[in-house]
């Protein structure tokens, strides 16, 4: 009975430290997340069969409990902090060229807009981006419909 009991707790934290290690640090479903599923129902099944229904139930229940607390327990720890990306970015693009271009402004596309491309209008090179998803090829006239936040707005000019 000794030996079962044993056997069953192993295959229970083997599979609780596989579930953890996919969780934290293997993330998607991969082959420790399923041995460690495998080990808990395994174990927990074990038990159920060698030792008895109240074993059983003893042993699912302590199973959640102790599979929630290490859960819990890594959640806090600091030792996720060491692997966890914390930086902030605290610069942003700069798109001042876009206030020189106004709707109506006419240019030139620089490369394939397909449907979004690099376009010269007023000497400024920004991203521009066809109005209706068309596909424009290289130094094709365009005229500048709206000015966005990131890019211009186009279409053909014929």
Known sequence: M????????VVILLGILFLLIEIFLLPGISIAGIAGALLIVGGIVYAYLYLGTAAGNITLFSSGIVLGGAFIWLLRSKSLRKIALDTEIKESVDNSDLKKIQPGDTGVTLSRLNPIGRVLINDVVVEGKTANGELLGTDVPIKALRVDSHQVVVIENN
């Open 2 to 9: 000794t030996f079962n009991i044993t056997i069953v707790a």
